[in-house]
């Protein structure tokens, strides 16, 4: 009885986890900035592999276990790699949201400017 329904299970795992991933490349292409894209396909990383894995490794336990550590790798390393990502595009791109890391501005007086004009030769 209970290796007609693993087929069943597996299946139903295999379409949860398409859906969930088809709803994170959905919400990457829907969002309008790269921190919210980011955090969509960040999130829905593991969500989506987690049940597609267990899945692939419902017919044989060293598949299962593997698929378990992946999971688990994945869950530590995607939160990871997201925030170093969006601190790299922070720090490349879009520095406006901290004016406290930024470099003071060289000011420049116009009457100065004006007095040590240098005339071009003719």
Do not use: C
């Not at 994945?74 to 470099?103: E, G």
């Not at 009457?111 to 004009?117: E, I, N, P, V």
């Amino acid at each position: 009885m209970l290796e007609a329904v693993v087929p069943w299970v597996a299946d139903a795992l295999v379409l949860l986890g398409l859906l969930i991933l088809t709803l994170a490349v959905w919400g990457v292409l829907r969002m309008d900035n790269v921190y919210a894209s980011l955090h969509a396909a960040s999130k829905t990383t593991a969500l989506g592999l987690g049940p597609l894995l267990i899945a692939a490794g419902l017919e044989n336990g060293t598949i299962l276990l593997r698929g378990l550590l992946v999971l688990g790798f994945l869950l530590l390393t995607a939160p990871v790699a997201a925030a170093a990502i969006a601190r790299a595009y922070w720090r490349k791109y879009d520095q406006t949201t901290r004016p406290s890391n930024r470099q003071p501005e060289a000011s420049v007086d116009a009457s100065a400017t004006a007095d040590q004009h240098v005339a071009s030769p003719d």
